[in-house]
């Protein structure tokens, strides 16, 4: 193809879609259409968490569309977890125990609005009827699949059908560990690329969860990830576009660092991007539900953890 035709198409071929969490997007660019995106961490880093946060960002509050394979969890479970990202654990299992015990439950209209965004994908509260809440489970467009013990093949004809009947933008797979593996490295290899020419040719950004190896664990020091801790997954690192470290150092006992208090924060390392930045960004966690970005920071505003007047 010549360089000008090339070129007049170049940015048809770099569409992004933002996480909508504002540092890693500005040092990332946003998930790659057509890329795969890889988010991995050693157990109890977070990684659904943090891939449910961009669903819900993405496909809930922005209304693009998205769908999540849950490799080792079923739909329910998933759901729930969704939701527990707008209103956390506690009151998620409040809310569906008085539903589900058919009693009259006063709920403020954020509530409510939280409650509606896990309705629009198919969750119910028992069988209250609301016409609000029915009207919003139409509108978000995500889809939420079960898919475990699949192979790779499976898994692609999930991603052709789902951009058939909902012209999907963004497929979130959860655990990819839980794929059932080719029996040599070759045949890995094959499937492997079989993913990443049908994400490339769907046009959807494809963002995966992984574990890390547990050579984390075993050295001294901070214990951050590096990307050789992807070799167990030395496929996913070969083909990503962009590979996310989590990383929380309250986990292993750090409780401050140079960027002051570790508790309830997360570090998202960009160890691999082929199409911008590396480096590292700061989020807080909200334990076992999401991450956010932190609040930015004003030297009037007294309640403002270390602020000050002046």
Known sequence: MKLNKILHNA?????????FIDELDKLTGGLLVGGISVIAGRPAMGKTAFALTVVRNVGILNKIPTAVLSLMEDEDYTAKRLLATQIGWEAMRSFEQNFAEQTPVELTSEQKEKISMLQRIGFAFGQKNDS??????????VWIEHAMGMNMDEIVSRMERLKRENNIKLLVIDSFGWI???????ASESAMLKLVRTAEKLRIAVLITC????????????????????RD????????????FLYRPEYYM?????LGSTRNMADVIVAKNRRGNIGEVRLKYVKYVRFDNLPKYDPYDTSFPNGFII
Do not use: H, Q
């Open 180 to 186: 059932e593996l080719e029996s040599t490295y070759s």
């Open 11 to 19: 940015s048809d071929k770099d569409e992004r879609i933002p996480m």
């Open 254 to 258: 750090i409780y401050e660092d140079d």
């Open 211 to 230: 574990e890390l190896s547990r050579a984390v664990e075993t050295r001294g020091g901070i214990k951050k990830p590096f990307l050789s801790d992807l």
């Open 233 to 244: 997954n030395a496929l996913i690192e070969k083909y990503s576009i962009l590979a996310m």
């Open 132 to 141: 609000d809440f029915l009207d919003k489970v139409k509108s978000a467009p």
